[in-house]
C-alpha cells in the first residue's frame, strides 16, 4: 500500500514539474513582451502574482500596448476569466472548505491545476494534485515572468529577436488543446476571429477583442455534417 502511495505521489510531483517548467517559459515570454511594450517591472511582477493568468496577462498588455483604453484591458481579462466559474464548482471539493484554503486555492486556479484535479479518481489524490500543480505553476510562472522582464530589458531591441511574437503564440498555444478536443471551442474560435478581424478597421484597439467573445453564441450547438 505504501509503495502505491509513494508511486502515485511521484507520478504527481513529475506532472507537477512538467507543468511548471513549460508554463515558466510561457511566463518568461509574457515578460519579456511586457518589457518590450513599455509596462514597468513592478507591474509586470504585480500582475503575475495577483492575477495570475497568463491569458488575461497577455490579453491586458496586448490591448494596452495598442493603445487601447485600461477599461477594455480589464473587461476582456474578467470575460475571458469567466470560464473559472464552472471551474469552482468542478473543484470545490479538492479545494477543500475552510475560507483560507478556498481563498489561496481559488488564487491558484488555473486551467492546468484543474484539468490535473479532476482526471484523478480518487479524491485525496484529486486534492493534492490540485494544490501541487498550482503551487508548483504560482512559483515558476513568477519565476519565469522575472527572468522575462530582467532579460527583456538587457535587450535593446526585443522585436529583433521576435518577442513581439510571443503574444499570439504564447495564447495559440494555450488554447490549441481545446481546439483539439471540442468542436464547440473551434467554432467559437472561427467566428471569433472573423468578427475581430472585420472590426478591426473601424474600432479603436481593444474593442475587436471584445466584439471576438460574441463567437461564444455558437457554443453548444450542433456541428454541420462534415465539419
Request: no cysteine; glycine share 12%; proline share 6%.
Amino acid at each position: 500500500m505504501r509503495s502505491v502511495w509513494r508511486t502515485e505521489v511521484a507520478e504527481d510531483v513529475r506532472e507537477a514539474a512538467a507543468i511548471g517548467v513549460a508554463m515558466a517559459v510561457v511566463g518568461a515570454s509574457f515578460g519579456a513582451v511586457a518589457e518590450a511594450k513599455g509596462v514597468s517591472l513592478l507591474l509586470i511582477m504585480a500582475m503575475s502574482l495577483l492575477v495570475f493568468a497568463g491569458s488575461a496577462q497577455f490579453l491586458a498588455v496586448g490591448v494596452m500596448a495598442a493603445g487601447g483604453a485600461p477599461i477594455a484591458a480589464v473587461l476582456g481579462g474578467l470575460l475571458v476569466n469567466a470560464r473559472h466559474l464552472p471551474y469552482g464548482l468542478a473543484v470545490g471539493d479538492a479545494v477543500g472548505r475552510s475560507w483560507p484554503r478556498r481563498l489561496l486555492g481559488t488564487h491558484l486556479m488555473v486551467d492546468q491545476a484543474v484539468a490535473t484535479a479532476t482526471s484523478r479518481t480518487d479524491p485525496k489524490r484529486a486534492r493534492r494534485a490540485y494544490w501541487l500543480v498550482g503551487g508548483t505553476l504560482f512559483v515558476l510562472w513568477n519565476v519565469g515572468t522575472l527572468l522575462g522582464a530582467v532579460a527583456g530589458g538587457a535587450v535593446p531591441d526585443p522585436d529583433r529577436l521576435g518577442v513581439d511574437a510571443a503574444f499570439p503564440a504564447a495564447l495559440l498555444a494555450m488554447i490549441l488543446p481545446a481546439l483539439r478536443a471540442a468542436g464547440d471551442a473551434r467554432r467559437v474560435a472561427l467566428l471569433g476571429s472573423v468578427l475581430a478581424l472585420l472590426a478591426t478597421p473601424w474600432l479603436p484597439p481593444g474593442l475587436p477583442v471584445l466584439i471576438a467573445l460574441f463567437g461564444l453564441a455558437v457554443a453548444g450547438r450542433p456541428a454541420r455534417a462534415g465539419a
